[in-house]
């Protein structure tokens, strides 16, 4: 038996690829974007009432991860990669219909257009259903997982002078809170945990139309080298 489903949008996100996304969402506060909605669905009757929620979940496709195998055990990055665990346990991209879900903040609501903040989500992700959050049956009290009890220990993130100046024009042009964001998804440490790089070596990544480069100068620090406009 199979059941077909269809976007009702697509998001236009700060992230442009895969690497140096939060594993969830609320992690990077400064990370936004925006839900454009497709017809019917970009009537103003369909986000009637929106405008009283602070929250949503997106329920969408992981298009940038859909295989054809079903796989039964994954291995979360999280835990370093060397350690597999059943699907169902995980959040992992690579699951039974690629299907995703983040609670994201709504900045603003318009007809056919969502304005949110704190997405984990990549640039161009379908989106199939959004739902209001609700806090009294949505925030379980007492709940646990002891496999991801915390968010991941921020790491210091440093700046060369010459970055900060460049980003802090690049925010002032794009309207958006570049450093933060920067931060706040460097913070995270991106890099794969089993990867123990030399000072020399330098990781990349686009947000928006900008590439930005860092490295690590000792094992736990992070300093941005540049960030440069395409
Ligand atoms: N909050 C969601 C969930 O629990 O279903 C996503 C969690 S998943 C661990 C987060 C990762 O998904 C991000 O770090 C990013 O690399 C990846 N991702 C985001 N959007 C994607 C997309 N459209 N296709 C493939 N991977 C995506």
């Not at 949505?138 to 009890?149: L, P």
């Not at 794969?192 to 330098?202: D, G, H, T």
Request: proline share 11%; hydrophobic share 40%; glycine share 8%.
């Amino acid at each position: 038996m199979s059941y077909s489903v269809s976007p009702i949008g697509f998001v236009r996100s700060c992230f442009k690829e895969k690497f140096a996304i939060p594993r969830q969402p609320q992690l990077a506060p400064a990370a936004r974007g925006v839900l454009e909605l497709l017809p019917p669905f970009d009537q103003p009757e369909a986000v009637e009432g929106l405008e009283q929620v602070s929250h949503v979940w997106l329920i969408f496709l992981f298009h940038q991860a859909l295989e054809d195998k079903p796989r039964l055990k994954v291995r979360p990055p999280r835990l370093g990669g060397n350690r597999s665990l059943g699907v169902f346990a995980t959040r992992a991209t690579h699951r039974p219909n690629g299907i995703g879900q983040s609670v994201v903040k709504l900045e603003k609501v318009e007809p056919g257009r969502l304005w949110l903040s704190g997405i984990d989500l990549l640039d161009g992700t379908p989106v199939l259903d959004i739902k209001p959050y609700v806090p009294y049956a949505d925030a379980v009290e007492g709940a646990s997982n002891a496999i991801a009890e915390a968010p991941p220990a921020p790491i210091p993130v440093q700046w060369t002078d010459a970055a900060l100046a460049q980003t802090r024009e690049h925010g002032r042009r794009l309207g958006e809170p570049v450093v933060e964001l920067i931060e706040q998804c460097l913070a995270q440490d991106p890099r794969p945990a089993y990867q123990n790089p030399a000072p020399e070596r330098r990781y990349g990544v686009r947000l928006w139309d900008l590439d930005v480069h860092w490295h690590y100068p000792q094992p736990g620090l992070i300093r941005v080298l540049d960030v440069g406009w395409r």
